[in-house]
């Protein structure tokens, strides 16, 4: 095991049911520094919440503080979400941050907020966090009709920053008329080159619990 940056195509893809479905499954520390929607009294059923439950950590205002320092009140790209609370993110500070935490650690995940380009501050993108920490990252997929186009367009993208996908997780969207889940998954590992591990929709209150292995 190593360190690897969880990132997607888009938000609500699967990111977190991934990350902590890799922390329950293999051991892995699991830390999310940004999270916007969320206040100190409504952490209950948030990303951060569910990596916490992940790793066994008690469910505390100093385990949010610990996964998830930098939080935002608004559902919106942390940009955004800063400028509303006159709050702005310091790019620096989130990279130490991380950096800390990979130190700290022999085998952990860093997951990113919503997909792999979304701003964070000035021109500051996910991608550019993703290089900077020079780490490999692991890309969710949904199985949507369009995933294709999506996941082929952001891994050229961050090929073109130097950033290598590892391995891809394609989560199983919701709804009843979806393209065939095997069929796409082959078509994205012909055309990407990279491994992908299917992950069929789990209607449970901690679905990361009953994931098959994420090999």
């Known amino acids: 095991m190593s360190h690897y940056f969880i990132t997607s195509t888009g938000t609500e893809i699967g990111k977190t049911l991934v990350t902590a479905g890799l922390a329950h ?18 952490m209950e059923g948030s990303d ?8 066994g950590l ?9 996964l998830s320092p930098l939080r935002y ?10 400028e509303l609370e006159h709050k702005p993110l310091c790019y620096e500070k989130l990279l130490d941050l991380c950096q800390h935490w ?16 979304v701003p964070l501050v000035g ?8 290089k900077d920490l020079n780490l490999s990252c692991y890309l969710v997929v949904g199985s949507y009709l369009g995933t294709i186009s999506h996941t082929l367009a952001t891994i050229e993208a961050q090929i073109s920053r ?18 065939d889940l095997q069929r796409t998954a082959l078509e994205i590992e012909k055309l990407t080159n990279c491994s ?13 619990k009953e994931l098959p292995p994420l090999q």
């Open 25 to 42: 499954q293999y051991g892995y520390k699991a830390f999310k520094p940004i999270i916007s929607g969320v206040t100190a009294s409504t």
């Open 48 to 55: 951060t919440h569910i990596l916490a439950e992940a790793q």
């Open 58 to 66: 008690p469910l505390t205002l100093e385990t949010w503080n610990t």
């Open 73 to 82: 009140k608004a559902p919106l790209a942390p940009s955004m979400a800063a």
């Open 102 to 117: 990979l130190n700290e650690h022999s085998s952990c995940l860093i997951e990113g907020v919503g997909g792999s380009f």
């Open 123 to 130: 021109d500051k993108l996910v991608a550019d966090w993703i």
């Open 162 to 179: 130097g950033i290598k996908t590892e391995k891809i997780f394609m989560s199983e969207s919701a709804g009843d008329r979806q393209p």
């Open 196 to 208: 992908v591990t299917v992950i069929p929709r789990i209607r449970s209150n901690n679905p990361w």
